[in-house]
DNA sequence: CCAGACGTTGTT
DNA sequence: GTCTGG
DNA sequence: CCAGACGTTGTT
DNA sequence: GTCTGG
């Protein structure tokens, strides 16, 4: 699954890379983005502007956004079934940009598990395949958020854990945002190609939510 | 029909 | 053990 | 994902 | 909103 990742490029380098005409106010380099905070997304190919959303699903028709906090992924094998991803799929798919991804390998239950970095070997950004949803509160507040979808692992990231993120590089990107048939969306939804990736064992500095810093992607 | 759920992950 | 919050 | 909380009452 | 279960 995916539930850290991060964003370390300047933003002058993201807007370069993924030819983005506006990056949102706030924009700082990540090192450690949790489930429930805002990410950078990308919902429409014709503008091209970077959005922050909030990471963790909550659909149209939740009635508290607490349902969002568990959302913060969608099976790639299901999603054009699930009730609650459905018509997401179908009208709502965007990009979560990032640089890396963290997975942990189970020790066990006793100490503390072991993280692994996942980035391209390139360093290059590249973009999660994501859906969004807006929700409204009973106050009229409304939020944009989002989840990552997730495919089984390739053999590279398999060694740690039993799944991934579905990851689309900059030149395929935005198809996943244009895309109309189904089986073409599909093509879409399967592991990236472990040659083009590396893992490095990180500093267990990442486990905790909080701490965002370059600690985070130091190796061990 | 209405009421209630709607999800993923890991672990056992 | 299980849920919530980040 | 991991870390941290997990409860009620009355009183200030 | 849409699907499932009763």
Not at 36 to 63: C, F
Not at 65 to 72: H, M, P, Y
Request: charged share 20%; glycine share 6%; aromatic share 10%.
């Amino acid at each position: 699954m995916c539930g850290r990742f991060t964003l370390t490029v300047d933003a002058e380098q993201l807007a370069l890379a993924f030819g983005l005409v506006e990056i949102p106010n706030g924009w700082q380099p990540r090192y450690n983005i949790a489930p429930t905070q805002p990410v950078l997304g990308v919902r429409e190919v014709e503008n091209r502007k970077g959005e922050w959303m909030r990471w963790g699903l909550i659909p149209s028709w939740a009635k508290d956004s607490t349902i969002g906090n568990r959302l913060i992924n969608a099976r790639a094998e299901t999603l054009a079934v699930r009730p609650t991803f459905r018509s997401a799929f179908a009208s709502r798919r965007c990009l979560v940009l990032a640089d890396g991804f963290y997975e942990w390998q189970s020790t066990g239950g006793k100490s503390p598990s072991q993280p692994f970095l996942f980035r391209l070997k390139d360093g290059a950004p590249f973009a999660f395949a994501g859906l969004w949803d807006v929700w409204r509160a009973s106050t009229g507040e409304t939020v944009l958020s989002c989840t990552l979808i997730t495919c089984p692992a390739n053999p590279l990231v398999g060694e740690i854990h039993e799944r991934m993120p579905v990851i689309l590089d900059r030149e395929e990107c935005w198809e996943w945002l244009e895309a109309h048939t189904l089986s073409h969306l599909m093509n879409f939804l399967r592991p990236y190609p472990p040659e083009k990736m590396e893992v490095i064992p990180v500093s267990r500095a990442v486990n905790d939510p909080t701490l965002d810093a370059p600690i985070c992607i130091q190796p061990v």
